[in-house]
């Protein structure tokens, strides 16, 4: 919503300005059309010639993101932590056999079907999984199981971000590429030279639309969703982070609840369920049969 906002305050505050203080649309809108081609020509070259076809995809997908924000809510969570708690507490008292059918088969799991929106993430349920199967295969050195877990977030979230930093690329680039319209502008007058000083300042006003439009792109559009993008993939990392708080906690003997609780802490603030919210969710869930 901010994000629609931010750019409805975009256009009408710059282009009103432009017109109270007496500027004449026109010349932009006749500019528009060729400068924009060039610019717009040239950055998505570049943006195909710089980036995979995964990055491209992500880009695609990653204006949807900036608009809808973290898929993550504050009921996601403590379902997350709730869904933790089941597992850890699973293991702790009925061993690692009476998890094995759950982590091997997630999708026909009484634990994990309680959480379809957690469910419906492969990432967090294989990063589940593959973990308690380390477990599993007596792989209980807490130090050794978090540095595998932190080198598959860390990948995840290369990966997440790989999108908004070629988004930060093309908004890095966009100013020269107004540069380079404008400079074509420029030829293309001094082509004409000899044609009446009110057609050279219209022609000039035209070729100066090309440096205009590649700072705005770049700072008001680009570069901004860029930073958006970004934004989001970080906060969604956190709830892949909490993942690895509780698991290790739970390898250094820890109670379910304590590990949990330890959880808990890595929440962002905005959606931190507090103790007593966490605790009457885990009170409201049936014990696993």
């Not at 994000?3 to 109270?20: A, E, T």
């Not at 932590?81 to 690692?96: A, D, H, N």
């Not at 709830?239 to 802490?265: K, T």
Request: aromatic letters at 6%; proline letters at 4%.
């Amino acid at each position: 919503m901010f994000q629609i906002i931010g750019l409805v305050m975009l256009f009408g505050l710059v282009f009103g300005s432009y017109i109270i203080s007496g500027g004449n649309l026109n010349v932009i809108m006749h500019a528009l059309p060729h400068e924009m081609m060039a610019i717009g020509g040239a950055g998505a070259a570049a943006f195909l010639i710089s980036n995979s076809v995964s990055t491209i995809k992500g880009v695609g997908g990653g204006f949807g993101k900036a608009f809808a924000g973290p898929k993550w809510k504050t009921g996601d969570y403590r379902d997350l932590l709730s869904l933790l708690f089941l597992l850890t507490k699973t293991m702790k008292s009925k061993g690692v056999i009476a998890l094995e059918s759950h982590i091997e088969k997630p999708q026909e799991s009484t634990i994990f079907s309680r959480y379809p929106r957690i469910l419906k993430d492969h990432f967090a349920v294989d990063f589940i999984c593959d973990t308690l199967r380390m477990m599993t295969m007596n792989l209980e050195d807490p130090h050794q199981v978090e540095d595998a877990m932190e080198k598959q977030l860390e990948k995840h979230h290369h990966e997440g971000l790989a999108p908004g930093m070629a988004l930060q690329s093309l908004a890095d680039a966009l100013p020269a590429l107004g540069i380079v319209a404008a400079v074509l502008g420029v030829i293309k007058t001094m082509g004409a030279i000899t044609e009446p000083p009110e057609i050279l300042g219209e022609m000039i006003g035209g070729a100066l639309v090309g440096t205009f439009l590649g700072v705005f792109l770049a700072y008001g559009i680009v570069g901004p969703l860029s930073a958006r993008l970004m934004d989001v993939v970080n906060t969604e990392g956190s709830f892949y982070r909490i993942i690895q708080s509780v698991l290790v906690a739970h390898l250094h003997g820890n109670a379910a609840q304590i590990s949990v609780e330890i959880g808990r802490g890595s929440v962002p603030s905005t959606s931190q369920p507090s103790f007593l919210e966490l605790e009457e969710a885990l009170a409201n869930i049936p014990a696993e049969g």
